[in-house]
């Protein structure tokens, strides 16, 4: 079935740093993936979409100068959070669907998430 | 945009009792409806998913049915088992290419034995 691999899984860090999460589809190209944080206790919230060779789509109240996407080839996106702050910390999900089925009614695939704890 | 409301928040029964969760959905553009089961910490699992054009589909004890009128959807879990205790959110998606899913604020179910 289809995979998808995120990277790192874990991370912990001070306050400023950056922090880029790698999203890859192991066996099928997305020409669309999708970036979900989720706080405790919370559902997936939709950050953004990322669109392969395109800038990405922003949702309402995500500030796309912090939140940096990249979908530089089919496989791949990522996501960096800059100057990351305690309030940052968060679950951070990727997800994406295979390109060669077409249409939004196709299961997506979900990363194994990234935990990101700012000290 | 999508607004995908679910009820309820937390939902408690016996093992082998049935338990039911319910979604409203906004956007009558919306045709693909996935129930997703999470633990914690980990990823979401797609447990069973319906298109506008069916009513129902049933998976061995899990079962989902779809009202498009009323822009509504259901999970039904029948003989509920421990290991069913999770939190469970439902989605909806718009058939335009590149559309995300949007969630439910989820619920956490809970079976005691």
């Known amino acids: 079935g289809a995979v998808v691999s995120q990277h790192p899984s874990w991370v912990i860090c001070k306050s400023g740093t950056s922090v880029k999460i790698e999203c890859r589809s192991l066996?099928?190209?997305?020409?669309?993936m999708f970036w979900y944080r989720q706080f405790p206790k919370q559902s997936l919230m939709l950050m953004a979409t990322?669109?392969?060779?395109?800038?990405?789509?922003?949702e309402q109240g995500v500030e796309k100068d912090k939140f940096l996407i990249n979908h530089a080839s089919l496989t791949l996106s990522t996501l960096t959070v800059t100057s990351a702050h305690p309030e940052d910390s968060s679950f951070y999900i990727c997800?994406?669907?295979?390109?060669?089925?077409?249409?939004?009614?196709?299961?997506?695939?979900f990363g194994d998430g990234t935990r990101l704890s700012i000290l | 945009g999508e607004n995908v409301e679910q009820h309820p928040s937390t939902l408690s029964v016996q093992e082998g009792d049935s338990a039911v969760i319910k979604c409203t959905y906004s956007?009558?553009?919306?045709?693909?409806f996935p129930w997703y089961k999470q633990e914690l910490g980990k990823r979401p699992q797609l447990i069973i998913d319906?298109?506008?054009?069916?009513g129902e589909k049933k998976d061995q004890r899990i079962a989902v049915t779809l009202n498009k009128t009323a822009k509504h959807f259901s999970l039904h879990i029948t003989e509920t088992q421990p290991e069913d205790s999770a939190v469970y959110f439902c989605?909806?998606?718009?058939?335009?290419?590149?559309?995300?899913?949007?969630f439910g604020k989820g619920t956490t179910l809970s079976v005691s034995s």
């Open positions: 997800s994406a669907r295979d390109a060669r089925r077409g249409g939004s009614n196709q299961p997506q695939h």
């Open positions: 066996d099928f190209q997305a020409t669309t």
């Open positions: 990322s669109n392969e060779g395109s800038k990405a789509t922003y």
């Open positions: 956007d009558s553009a919306s045709n693909y």
């Open positions: 319906i298109r506008s054009n069916v």
């Open positions: 989605a909806a998606s718009t058939g335009q290419a590149g559309t995300a899913l949007i």
